[in-house]
Nanobody
Framework: QVQLVESGGGLVQPGGSLRLSCKAS????????VNWYRQAPGKEREWVCK???????NYAGSVEGRFTISRDDARNAVYLQMNSLKPEDTAVYYCNAVYAEIYWGQGTQVTVSS
């Protein structure tokens, strides 16, 4: 059974940092590209960034230079380091793993507020 579990969300002040984790089980993780998406209340789900199976990252313009995605295939994990957080980064953050199939996690809430 495939599972993706996000963690690391929480409440942080503007300008602060958080590190999200996406941990997988039940699949050959190294084969999969992994994306982070986010969804704010009343808005559509938005793509944030991606890391390919070889480790190359891509970022949405709104987060480039502030967010860093990385992966540790030995731990079946992908991380999202988020710095210089803004109130508009407030959302539920989801990871998905893409190869022959697509799997989603359940999401973790990030709230940026003073």
């Amino acid at each position: 059974q495939v599972q993706l579990v996000e963690s690391g969300g929480g409440l942080v002040q503007p300008g602060g940092s958080l590190r999200l984790s996406c941990k997988a089980s039940g699949l050959t993780f190294s084969n999969y590209a992994v994306n982070w998406y986010r969804q704010a209340p009343g808005k559509e789900r938005e793509w944030v960034c991606k890391i390919y199976s070889g480790g190359q990252p891509n970022y949405a313009g709104s987060v480039e230079g502030r967010f860093t995605i990385s992966r540790d295939d030995a731990r079946n994990a992908v991380y999202l380091q988020m710095n210089s957080l803004k109130p508009e980064d407030t959302a539920v953050y989801y990871c998905n793993a893409v190869y022959a199939e697509i799997y989603w996690g359940q999401g973790t809430q990030v709230t940026v507020s003073s």
